[in-house]
């Protein structure tokens, strides 16, 4: 089992692999305050999100949702999308396939 450093993803959030295969890699994104920010873009990858803790605004191309602990979305293939700490916590993100600009 390898192990992954734990690495700054600006903006308050820091990013860690927890597990990857050339199909899929999960990801855990510690976001430290409120305000922290997942900056808008968009990947090939469709990507899963898990809320383990803290709330989240996310915004999905012209969509806004709320999240919280126990959550969990989809996020297609190539849609823009970002989110806005509103109460410090975890989201455990997974990719399919794996994003190789993560390692």
């Not at 994104?29 to 989240?56: D, I, L, N």
């Not at 959550?71 to 410090?88: A, K, Q, R, T, Y």
């Amino acid at each position: 089992m390898a192990s992954f450093p734990r690495i700054d993803a600006g903006n308050d959030v820091t990013r860690q692999v927890l597990s990857e295969s050339p199909d899929l890699m999960v990801v855990e994104f510690r976001f430290e305050k409120v305000g922290a920010e997942g900056t808008m873009h968009s990947h090939p990858h469709v990507q899963s999100t898990y809320v383990k803790s803290g709330k989240y605004r996310f915004f999905l191309s012209d969509k806004v949702i709320e999240i919280g602990p126990g959550d969990s979305f989809i996020i297609p293939s190539n849609v823009e999308h970002g989110c806005l700490c509103l109460e410090p916590g975890v989201l455990i993100d997974s990719f399919t396939p794996r994003r190789d600009d993560f390692l």
